[in-house]
């Protein structure tokens, strides 16, 4: 995962530096690699080979995926004034 991915080394402009950031693009990369990539020795994706999906899946469809299970935004509550400030 290392050789692939350039955000554990440091070295790069893509180094993570928030905790979350780094979290979701893992999350990215164990899904392109279980359901976009086709590995040579199984001559399918791993989630083809386990049983999970019986197609091919492109980033697209993955992005799809994520903003459907997207929640709802909340609704926002009244607007309020700021104070003055005293002169």
């Given amino acids: 995962m290392r050789m ?3 955000r554990f080394t440091r070295l790069t402009n893509g180094f993570s530096k928030k905790i979350d950031s ?5 999350a990215l990369y164990f899904a392109f690699y279980n359901f976009t990539r086709i590995h040579k020795t199984l001559k399918v994706t791993p989630a083809m080979a386990a049983g999970i999906t019986d197609k091919l899946w492109s980033m697209e469809d993955i992005a799809e995926r994520i903003e459907a ?3 709802a935004p909340g609704k926002r509550g009244p607007y309020k004034k700021a104070a003055k400030l005293a002169p």
């Fill in 22 to 26: 780094h979290v979701h693009a893992l």
């Fill in 69 to 71: 299970d997207r929640p």
């Fill in 4 to 6: 692939s991915m350039r």
